[in-house]
């Protein structure tokens, strides 16, 4: 059973970076076998999906991040990331890494605030 750990979350001032790091263990699979994607869910809103990476390699984002957020991975290191640039108040939010195979991590807080 694939198990999905992220880390990386914290304070930000707005204009500043964070990078995501989601780290998969317990799959035989490597990481590049199925697409991954982080999702944010902002206190009294849907959980919505930030970025995604094909098994392919391609990768497809949110509208509202588009040109400041970038998803990548290290298939040696089973890790997933999500570099974040130029942090707005608006991306507060609980980030959550997900796994093609159904699987979700614990989640990790992002505030952004001066």
């Known amino acids: 059973q694939e198990q999905l750990v992220e880390s990386g979350g914290g304070l930000v001032q707005p204009g500043g970076s964070l990078r995501l790091s989601c780290v998969a263990s317990?799959?035989?699979?490597?990481?590049?076998?199925?697409?991954y994607g982080w999702y944010r869910q902002a206190p009294g809103k849907e959980r919505e999906l930030v970025a995604r990476?094909?098994?392919?390699?391609?990768?497809n984002y949110a509208d509202s991040v588009k040109g400041r957020f970038t998803i990548s991975r290290d298939n040696a290191k089973n890790t997933v990331y999500l570099q974040m640039n130029s942090l707005k108040p608006e991306d507060t939010a609980v980030y959550y890494c997900?796994?093609?195979?159904?699987?979700w991590g614990q989640g990790t807080q992002v505030t952004v605030s001066s």
């Open positions: 997900y796994s093609g195979w159904g699987n």
């Open positions: 317990g799959s035989i699979f490597s990481i590049n076998a199925v697409a």
């Open positions: 990476i094909s098994s392919g390699g391609s990768t």
